[in-house]
């Protein structure tokens, strides 16, 4: 199985701020990346696929890029709206699996 | 639009078995596969398998066979997860999630809202 390594569990951070959150791949996934928001009591949702496609309605303050076997979804400017944890997830197996998530919290 | 209802909760007994429903609406059924995910409390996503509705072909997480069966209602738009001898490791909230219907695309475009299950006597 690809496992998914989310490095930071949580982040501390202020409105306003720059946020990078990384994934790690334990193989080449070809991009087959996707990230997704997940806000307390609600299912995720689908922010960016292929590792750098935004998913129509989603704030252009968020990005994603990599290749091979990192990835990284970043937000400029933190909105109060986008805090939530956040997961990737590869599907270039079939054995889809998920990064551990990494909470975003304010200062 | 592109829906997938679930129902909000089940309550069951250790030891039984629950069957639960994502019912589609706004796309074609059999057009695109259905997975389910699970997630514990306070936990991560867990991927559960997929179903492909069109001949109901199935795909399992190694760890979830023998746990989950995965079936699905073609004249009703229905997918189905069933979960046996329940134990408290099952209580969690089970997501049904539609995937994409390219190769490229694989990634879970629409989501239910989830149907949390309490294994409880």
């Known amino acids: 199985d690809i496992q998914m390594t989310q490095s930071s569990s949580s982040f501390s951070v202020s409105l306003g701020d720059r946020v990078t959150i990384t994934c790690k791949a334990s193989?080449?996934?070809?991009?087959?990346l996707a990230w997704y928001q997940q806000k307390p009591g609600n299912a995720p949702r689908l922010l960016i696929s292929?590792?750098?496609s935004l998913e129509t309605g989603v704030p252009s303050r968020f990005s994603g890029s990599g290749s091979g076997k990192d990835y990284t979804l970043s937000i400029t400017s933190l909105q109060t709206e986008d805090v939530a944890t956040y997961y990737c997830?590869?599907?270039?197996?079939?054995?889809?699996?998920f990064g551990g998530g990494t909470k975003l919290e304010i200062k | 639009q592109v829906q997938l209802q679930q129902p909000g909760a089940e309550l069951v007994k250790p030891g039984a078995s629950v069957k639960l429903s994502c019912k589609a609406s706004g796309y074609t059924f059999t057009s695109y596969w259905m997975h389910w995910v699970k997630q514990r409390p306070g936990q991560g996503l867990e991927w559960i398998g997929e179903i492909d509705p069109s001949d109901s072909y199935t795909n399992y997480n190694q760890k979830f066979k023998g746990k989950a069966t995965l079936t699905v209602d073609k004249s009703s738009s229905t997918a189905y997860m069933q979960l046996s001898s329940l134990t408290s490791e099952d209580s969690a909230v089970y997501y049904c999630?539609?995937?994409?219907?390219?190769?490229?695309?694989?990634?879970?475009?629409?989501w239910g809202a989830g149907t949390t299950v309490t294994v409880s006597s």
């Open positions: 193989e080449d996934i070809y991009n087959r």
């Open positions: 999630a539609r995937r994409g219907a390219q190769r490229a695309d694989w990634y879970f475009d629409v």
């Open positions: 292929g590792a750098t």
């Open positions: 997830q590869q599907y270039w197996s079939t054995m889809y699996t």
